[in-house]
């Protein structure tokens, strides 16, 4: 069965954790940068003591000694999953991955991002890019050469990326939506029952819940969807 991870982006902790009391069984928390930078480490321990799971969405691109320490010390707090950049390349990845050590800390490498098209992302990579879901297949297998744990993807891909990974590795989908609600800045947009057909581990939903009129109405909506 898949798992729901709430982003939490949100406009401070007390905000984040208010929420997050509102959702009967809530088992995962998506902290990104905007509320990490603001409230730092203390937050993501907060969850962690009310048996919240922590994704750290904070997606490290940089020298390799460098994110592997920021690696270990997410891996120390008590995150319970953390992303890398896989346009990091394989020594960086490699780097976190050993980082990451053998418990139950998952680590899993970002593709590309909900927000690209093939143009925007051909303006990334300096070269045509005909089809957007290579791209990611390409980027999921130097993750999995690495031994990450697994990939997040949009939901466009995930076909691609289960034929070719297998039944394993872990399928992170951002940009999750309830049918109706606009997409927002992700151009690349799923629906939950969609994303969990396709081979979904995780599904990671933020604005069809902490935008709703009522947050804790739409919550349980997103997890019918994903039973049904």
């Known amino acids: 069965m898949a798992e729901l991870i709430v982003a939490l982006d949100l406009p401070s902790g007390s ?15 998506k902290l990104g940068p905007v509320l990490y930078v603001q409230e730092g480490p203390a937050l993501v321990r907060e969850f962690a003591a009310r048996g919240v799971r922590v994704f750290l969405d904070l997606k490290w691109h940089d020298i390799p000694t460098v994110v592997a320490g920021a690696v270990a010390a997410a891996r120390d707090l008590g995150a319970a999953m953390a992303t890398v950049h896989c346009l990091g390349g394989p020594e960086m990845l490699a780097a976190a991955r050993t980082a990451a050590g053998n418990g139950d800390f998952a680590l899993v490498g970002v593709t590309v991002l909900t ?18 879901g290579f791209e990611a297949e390409r980027l999921a297998k130097v993750a999995m ?3 990450l744990r697994g990939v997040v993807a949009s939901g466009h891909e995930l076909g691609l990326l289960r034929e070719t990974l297998g039944t394993g590795p872990w399928l992170v989908v951002p940009g999750v939506r309830l049918p109706g609600d606009g997409p927002g800045d992700q151009r690349r947009t799923i629906a939950p029952r969609d994303a969990v057909r396709g081979g979904a581990t995780h599904l990671v939903v933020g604005r069809s819940i902490t935008a709703a009129r009522d947050p804790a109405a739409a919550y349980q909506a997103v997890r019918e969807a ?3």
Request: charged share 20%; hydrophobic share 50%; net charge negative.
């Open 115 to 132: 927000s690209h098209d093939a143009a925007g992302f051909e303006q990334v990579v300096g070269r045509g890019v005909p089809d957007l």
């Open 226 to 228: 994903m039973e049904s």
């Open 15 to 29: 905000d984040a954790l208010a929420l997050a009391d509102r959702l009967p069984g809530l088992a995962w928390a």
């Open 145 to 147: 050469q690495a031994g």
